[in-house]
């Protein structure tokens, strides 16, 4: 593991562009994580045709939001938080296509997948967070881990009102009505931050 040594300036302005960066991506993906939630006790139950199945599709996305945690963090540690948190956002990002593909075609089982699989979106939004502290300066970690955790509350809040916008993407893509809830644009939450400066520690190679 080698570590590039940057000038204060340089340091100073990849951390201004990772918190950026960071916020993005945590308002998205609280966007989606919270849409997601808003519809799928609603499209278990359409999709399964039993009321009393309507609480698996989050409890499998918080399993899976469970089951991920390690191996991305084990990825981090081995590569670095870019590769870590790209991962982690290109499986939510399969989940939430195979969750709209299960809800069009009304398989259940292939929408338990998809929701399990979209539980590393979850993870990845936990995680992302930390690594706006790898550059900050020590006076100012606490701040700028607090702007990103503020990013996803907006994400979250805004969620479930992009439930209705996002009926006329489905209705557009030829999709059931709550699909639209993983398909519109604001939804692509799972968008993966691999274009993000963050990395783990200070920049490592």
């Known amino acids: 593991m080698i570590e590039r040594a940057l000038d204060p300036a340089g340091t100073a302005q990849l951390q201004s562009r990772t918190v950026l960066t960071l916020m993005g991506s945590q308002t998205l993906g609280g966007i989606g994580v919270a849409s997601g939630i808003a519809v799928g006790a609603i499209v278990a139950a359409d999709v399964s045709g039993r009321d009393a199945l309507s609480g698996l599709a989050t409890t499998t996305q918080v399993l899976g939001g469970a089951l991920f945690t390690i191996p991305v963090a084990a990825l981090m540690g081995r590569h670095g938080r870019r590769a870590g948190l790209s991962a982690a956002y290109v499986i939510g990002a399969l989940g939430a296509a195979l969750a709209i593909t299960a809800t069009a075609t009304g398989t259940f089982w292939l929408l338990l997948v998809g929701t399990t699989?979209?539980?590393?979106?979850?993870?990845?939004?936990?995680?992302?967070?930390?690594?706006?502290?790898?550059?900050?300066?020590?006076?100012?970690?606490?701040?700028?881990?607090s702007w990103v955790v503020w990013a996803t509350t907006i994400g979250s809040v805004l969620g479930p009102n992009m439930v209705g916008p996002g009926k006329a993407v489905a209705g557009v893509l030829g999709l059931p009505p709550l699909a639209g809830a993983g398909s519109s644009p604001p939804s692509a939450s799972r968008w993966p931050p691999w274009c993000c400066s963050s990395r783990s520690g200070p920049t490592r190679s």
């Open 117 to 145: 699989l979209f539980g590393a979106s979850t993870t990845a939004g936990s995680q992302a967070r930390y690594a706006a502290t790898d550059l900050a300066v020590h006076e100012r970690r606490g701040r700028q881990l």
